[in-house]
Every structure is written in structure tokens, then in C-alpha cells.
């Protein structure tokens, strides 16, 4: 959802992984500095499958709503300029996909359309929407990004392709 605030463009963006407080692309890509600001903590109105998947230990929201669970992030209010940075960062159109879904803010009832990076079809293995439920989660823990997530400037050249082939793969 795009806002125009003080002549600014300003986007709402939910974000459920990395992005969060405390993990480590909140730092880098500066979410929650400058021009940009936390709005709060909000939870997605559909189920959608969060899975944490591959060698580098990612969190996938594949773009299914309906299936899963209800999802827990953060709402940033964001300038062009970040929303540049973190499409370079989902690698959005062409591994996540930004889009609008509708999310609840903590403390309300009243939906709210946001911005979110999810994994598309056919982008997925659609046999992945069969794994047992338990493999679903409800939100990217601080436990999980520490056991394991490897930032994509330390993960070898050409490991967004082999991501997208792995999760295509039977």
C-alpha cells in the first residue's frame, strides 16, 4: 500500500523473516533508520505456508493462501528509496514476488493492506504444500535465523539460482 506523506511516496511493507527487529538483514538494509519506521506487529489475515528451507536456512512464504497458518511480522512504513533496497535484497520480480496482502496489527480488528515478499507458483515445488502440518510455521524466530541463516553476500555466486532449482525440484 503506497501512502503519500509529506510530498513522499511512503509504502507499508510487512515483512516475516530476516527483516524483522534483532535479525540480521533488519541492520543491513537499514529498516527502521532514517525515512523509515516501525508501524507494529501484525499477523496475516489468510494462512499461508512459512517454511524454512535450503542449505542457507530461509524463510519462504509461498504465495498460497489458505493453506498453513497465520503468519507473524512487522509493518514498516518505508520511502521508494527502501523499498529499492529491499526488492534488490527479495530479488523481487524474479525469486520473491511483492505484493499486496492483507494483514491485522496487533491490538485491532480492522485488516490493513500491506506489501509482502512472497515465493509464487510455479517458483515452488507444488509438493511442497504436502509436507505434514507441523512443518508449517507461524513465524521466523530469532532461534531459527541463529542456527543457521547465511546472509546472501556470504553465500556463493550463483546460490539464488540453485535455490530456485532446489525448490523446484520433485
Known sequence: MALARGGTVRNLVWV???????????EATGL????????????????????ILSEYNIPFLLD????GQQIEGEIYDVDDAMLTILDHLEGHPDFYLRR???????????ALT???????QPRFNAQLLDLPPHM???????????????????????????????????
Open 16 to 26: 516475516y523473516g530476516t527483516l524483522k527487529r534483532g535479525f540480521s538483514n533488519h
Open 136 to 170: 508449517y510455521h507461524p513465524s521466523y524466530r530469532l532461534d531459527d535465523h541463529l542456527h543457521g541463516y547465511v546472509p546472501p553476500h556470504q553465500r556463493a555466486e550463483g546460490a539464488r539460482a540453485a535455490i530456485l532449482s532446489a525448490l523446484q525440484a520433485p
Open 100 to 110: 499486496n496482502i492483507a494483514v491485522t496489527p496487533s491490538g485491532s480488528s480492522d
Open 64 to 67: 498460497v493462501p489458505g493453506r
Open 32 to 51: 527502521g533508520a532514517g525515512t523509515c519506521s516501525f508501524v507494529g506487529s501484525a499477523t496475516t489475515t489468510d494462512r499461508y505456508p512459512l517454511l
Open 114 to 120: 500491506v506489501q509482502a515478499y512472497l515465493l509464487p
